[in-house]
């Protein structure tokens, strides 16, 4: 018998994988999760029915999430991640010398012990002793620091469910005063390719541009994410950190960081949008 991993894009696209097996499932206090072995795609994390993470593509969400603000300030010493409860940030992140404190706020312990048991390649560095996770929820957590960090990444769920205040003005807010001066915000955006995902994109873009004077959007693609093009954003507090004209290309390429898709040149090209990115972000 054929199993079957599936999840609605929107009402009319479905994608799917083929599994061997479950290997954990269960109902934490705020979600549901499940991790499923694939052939094609290794150990996989759903949450609430949706896809998080895949063994095989996870490091390219990880790596444009983490490299693109640590080229533009790789003197960054301070970080909060919010989410990221499967380790794949942190783990990156690790890969810096230079970093002397990554505070991580993940709302779900449930998540990081399911992970750190069959996702062992993203969430081993969780246990690195420059890290300190706080199970909290990010947005009651990021509300209570003034000029803290050097840089916040917002790793989260969609924009619904336990995910859903990470998607708010005042949350914005909240981690443009935890940042210090030269502060940077690095979220994850959506995808701009189906209708209701471009619509959160849209909604997300304005609020962020309402706060930061420099607030640009940049893409991957991940095959496993809805539609397969995904957008991230960049904003920082300080006109001196804008991430095409301020990118350290032979200070990042000194610290001989390994990646598998992150690279410099990428990151100038990640920046180039298509019109009808553009047209949705109001850049056209």
Known sequence: MDLWFSEYHTENIKYSIKTDRQLFGKKSEFQRIDIFYSE??????????????TEKDEFIYHEMITHVAMAVNPGIKNILVIGA?????????AKYSGIENIDMAEIDKDVVDACLLYLPNTSH???????NIFFEDGLKFARNK????????????????????LFTKEFYGSCYNAL??????????????????????????????????????????????????WLFGFSSKSED???????????????????????TDLHTGCFALPNYVKELLGEL
């Open 40 to 53: 094609e795609f290794g150990n996989i994390l759903t949450l609430d029915g949706f896809l998080m993470v």
């Open 85 to 93: 409860g499967d380790g794949g940030t942190v783990r990156e992140l």
């Open 180 to 229: 210090k001066n030269n502060g940077i915000l690095i979220n994850q955006h959506e995808s701009p390719f189906y209708e209701n995902d471009a619509k959160a994109v849209s909604k997300i873009n304005e609020k962020i541009k309402g706060i930061f004077p420099v607030s640009l959007v940049y893409q991957a693609h991940i095959p496993s994410y809805p539609s397969g093009h």
């Open 146 to 165: 003034n000029s803290v960090y050097d840089l916040i990444i917002i790793d989260s769920t969609d924009p619904f469910g336990p995910g859903e205040g």
């Open 125 to 131: 560095k969780l246990n690195d002793p420059r890290v």
């Open 241 to 263: 950190f804008h991430p095409v004209k301020n990118l350290k290309s032979d200070i990042w390429n000194s610290l001989g960081i390994k990646t598998r898709y992150y690279n």
